[in-house]
């Protein structure tokens, strides 16, 4: 039996389609309403999660890269190095002026740059955990509607 042929009272709601081998229809629950599409066409589909989803994975790719771009507050290592290489302040651990004025100032690049990927470990960690709990959320959502 085509969709037209069939009679007015045995036409199930919109998305319910007739039972061909046991020959009943399925019906919708008694409270159920599903407005019709505006001129015969199917609503479209939000996707509402996707563009979450998407502005959350900006904002962390925003994040990160000014993180790792961000220069630290505070005396720069030009300044810090003098301050601690004058006046002596190398005896005992470098052999000289100079050589204080060099490897301590390496060292506190070296701990800039290791302070930075600690941040940046941070976020990414934050971020796959902000990920996993969306995506066990979305699954649940679409578990809940079947």
């Known amino acids: 039996m ?6 007015q009272g ?5 998305g319910y389609q007739q039972a061909q081998s046991s020959g009943y229809y399925q019906q919708a629950p008694p ?3 599903e407005p019709p599409p505006a ?13 979450v989803f998407l502005a959350i994975q900006a904002i962390f790719v925003l994040w990160l890269i000014v ?4 220069k630290g507050s505070g005396p720069s290592v030009a ?3 003098a301050s601690v ?12 002026h100079a050589d204080c004025m060099k490897h301590y100032a390496v060292a506190l690049h070296d701990a800039g740059d290791a302070g930075k990927g600690l941040g940046a470990a941070i976020i990414i960690a934050f971020w796959m955990v902000v990920d996993v709990i969306l995506g066990i959320g979305y699954g649940v959502y679409r578990l809940a509607r079947r």
């Open 2 to 7: 085509s969709h037209a042929q069939q009679p």
């Open 10 to 14: 045995m036409q199930g709601l919109y």
């Open 31 to 33: 409270d159920y309403y």
């Open 39 to 51: 001129s015969g066409q199917p609503r479209k589909r939000r996707r509402i999660f996707l563009w």
């Open 67 to 70: 993180g790792l771009a961000s």
């Open 79 to 81: 300044s810090q190095t």
């Open 85 to 96: 290489c004058a006046n002596g302040g190398w005896q005992g651990l470098f052999k000289s």
